[in-house]
C-alpha cells in the first residue's frame, strides 16, 4: 500500500481525530482518509453517471 503526506487543516485534524480511536467509527486516521476518498469517488461517480460521463465497459 502506498503512502501519501498531505496538509490538513488543523480545524479538520480535530473533528477527524472525534471519530477515531477505541470505540468510535474509525481504528486510525488512515482508516478514516481511505473511507472518506472512498465515498467521495463513489459521489464522483453516481455524479458521472447521471451526466453519463463513465466509461462504456469493452
Known amino acids: 500500500m ?3 503526506s498531505v496538509e ?3 480545524e479538520l485534524l ?6 477515531v ?3 468510535k467509527k474509525f481504528v486510525n486516521r ?3 482518509v481511505r473511507a ?3 465515498k467521495t469517488l463513489d459521489l464522483l461517480d453516481q455524479i458521472d453517471d447521471r451526466h453519463n460521463r ?5
Do not use: F, M, V, Y
Open 2 to 4: 502506498a503512502k501519501i
Open 8 to 10: 490538513i487543516p488543523d
Open 14 to 19: 480535530t473533528d477527524l481525530d472525534e471519530h
Open 21 to 23: 480511536g477505541d470505540d
Open 30 to 32: 488512515s482508516d478514516a
Open 36 to 38: 472518506s476518498i472512498r
Open 54 to 58: 463513465l466509461a462504456e465497459d469493452e
